[in-house]
């Protein structure tokens, strides 16, 4: 399968911007997500970009695209306690199989 | 409007029972996934279910795994003389049609093996 990598962890202080970083083997993608999942319960999709896309933009989301580099990066402004979360990203390949990221724990500290 | 079911919850088996474990997709979604996420690792795909095809088995670890779909609906995932790194939580995901459509998930099975 193809290898989808992230950082384990990050740690902000309530109010910063989050930056959680994700990259990808494959150069056919053409779909990329963002999944968060709070304890206790199931994924849940946040946002995804086509690949044709280098940002998109969604309230305090801002998803970025480094198609060359093959790097994903998920931006949350004004981070709250309720962020805290595992996010995953992952990607389509060519052919149809979805692979995940190992996930980054997210923890935001009052 | 109900969600994807999954059940049961949690699961503590002995090594070498049998375990099934079952989804209940989003009402009319042709597409059903199994993926298993084990500690400290990521998400892992399992089978993939979509109409009446053939279901693409690639990420199946072992031939002790196996998964049905009756009826172009409920799936049960079947693990056969359970190991204990097959502890993990197993998640089902529904989707309206290929993998690029949103993939909707179940809050996942937590499989214990001892």
């Known amino acids: 399968g193809e290898d989808v990598e992230q950082s384990l962890f990050l740690s902000v202080r309530e109010g910063d911007s989050s930056v959680i970083n994700c990259t990808y083997t494959?150069?056919?993608?053409?779909?990329l997500y963002w999944y968060k999942q709070e304890p206790g319960a199931g994924l849940q999709l946040l946002t995804y970009?086509?690949?044709?896309?280098d940002m998109k933009q969604d309230q305090r989301l801002t998803v970025l695209l480094n198609k060359k580099d093959k790097h994903l990066s998920l931006r949350i402004a004004d981070t709250q306690t309720g962020d805290s979360a595992i996010y995953f990203c992952?990607?389509?390949?060519?052919?149809?199989?979805?692979?995940f990221g190992t996930g980054t724990r997210l923890t935001v500290i009052p | 409007g109900a969600g994807v079911s999954q059940s049961p919850s949690n699961k503590v088996t002995e090594k070498g029972k049998d375990v099934e474990l079952r989804c209940d997709p989003i009402?009319?979604?042709?597409?059903l996934y199994w993926y298993r996420q084990s500690l400290g690792q990521g998400l892992e795909f399992l089978i993939y279910?979509?109409?009446?095809?053939?279901?693409?088995k690639s990420g199946l670890p072992s031939d002790r795994f196996s998964a049905e779909r009756t009826g172009g609906s409920v799936s049960t995932l079947t693990i056969q003389r359970t190991q204990q790194e097959d502890s993990a939580v197993y998640l089902c995901?529904?989707?309206?049609?290929?993998?690029?459509?949103?993939?909707?998930f179940g809050p996942g099975t937590r499989l214990l093996v001892l």
């Open positions: 009402s009319g979604h042709t597409a």
């Open positions: 279910f979509q109409g009446n095809s053939a279901p693409d």
């Open positions: 970009i086509f690949s044709n896309m």
């Open positions: 992952a990607e389509v390949d060519g052919a149809n199989n979805l692979f």
């Open positions: 494959d150069s056919s993608s053409t779909y």
């Open positions: 995901a529904s989707s309206s049609g290929s993998p690029r459509e949103t993939q909707y």
